[in-house]
């Protein structure tokens, strides 16, 4: 039986956006990221971070210190009693001066590829889990793998709203933050009665 997910952006969603951040002692975690992430460990329901890191294109950040920012990123939510089933990332910046990096690719959101990874890694029914961001491109990327979206108004959500709205783009939820966007998502598996098995 296939697996679902709850996939979340990673700056602005679990922890302040503060550009392109070289190492974990730069980044703040949201105090209640850790719980959200405990509460969907709970469901059964798989965690995959996915987050656009065009700084390594850019030159700004290398990928062995985006990897080491992860990896101790995972260590700090285990010590919550949290456990982060999967972390992908997209290099890529259109302009870079180094070549492996210097593409339109796939793997960008809104583009689909590091869901599409994902799905290949751990058996996930994409149609059957959970996007939650703060940007545009997190809901385009949801609704591009035809999950249900939710917009958390964190990090460049309140900015992101209005352009959605303009757009005809409507969130299946907007939540205060990716805690209030756990608690949505539990309701409405819920209501489904539906069960991670």
Same mark, same amino acid.
């Given at each position: 039986?296939?697996?679902?997910?709850?996939?979340?952006?990673?700056?602005?969603?679990?922890?302040?956006?503060?550009?392109?951040?070289?190492?974990?002692?730069?980044?703040?975690?949201?105090?209640?990221?850790?719980?959200?992430?405990?509460?969907?460990?709970?469901?059964?329901?798989?965690?995959?971070?996915?987050?656009?890191?065009?700084?390594?294109?850019?030159?700004? &950040?290398?990928?062995? #210190?985006?990897?080491? %920012?992860?990896?101790?990123? +995972?260590? @700090?939510?285990?010590?919550?009693? =949290?456990?982060?089933?999967?972390?992908?990332?997209?290099?890529?910046?259109?302009?870079?001066?180094?070549?492996?990096?210097?593409?339109?690719?796939?793997?960008?959101?809104?583009?689909?590829?590091?869901?599409?990874?994902?799905?290949?890694?751990?058996?996930?029914?994409?149609?059957?889990?959970?996007?939650?961001?703060?940007?545009?491109?997190?809901?385009?990327?949801?609704?591009? &793998?035809?999950?249900? #979206?939710?917009?958390? %108004?964190?990090?460049?959500? +309140?900015? @992101?709203?209005?352009?959605?709205? =303009?757009?005809?783009?409507?969130?299946?939820?907007?939540?205060?933050?990716?805690?209030?966007?756990?608690?949505?998502?539990?309701?409405?598996?819920?209501?489904?009665?539906?069960?991670?098995?």
């Amino acid at each position: 039986m296939k697996k679902r997910a709850i996939f979340l952006d990673r700056d602005g969603t679990l922890n302040e956006d503060v550009g392109y951040p070289s190492s974990f002692s730069l980044i703040t975690i949201y105090p209640f990221s850790y719980e959200a992430v405990r509460k969907i460990n709970e469901t059964g329901l798989l965690v995959v971070i996915v987050t656009n890191q065009s700084g390594i294109g850019r030159g700004l &950040i290398t990928e062995a #210190s985006l990897q080491d %920012l992860h990896s101790r990123m +995972k260590a @700090s939510f285990a010590q919550k009693n =949290a456990s982060i089933d999967g972390i992908y990332y997209c290099p890529h910046y259109s302009f870079s001066t180094q070549s492996q990096y210097r593409k339109k690719c796939a793997c960008r959101k809104p583009f689909t590829e590091m869901a599409r990874q994902a799905a290949l890694d751990m058996n996930i029914d994409l149609s059957e889990s959970y996007m939650v961001g703060d940007k545009v491109e997190d809901i385009l990327f949801g609704k591009n &793998i035809r999950a249900r #979206s939710v917009l958390v %108004l964190t990090g460049f959500g +309140k900015r @992101s709203l209005p352009e959605l709205t =303009a757009q005809g783009i409507e969130p299946d939820y907007v939540a205060q933050n990716v805690l209030d966007a756990v608690n949505w998502i539990l309701e409405e598996e819920g209501r489904r009665g539906t069960r991670q098995d």
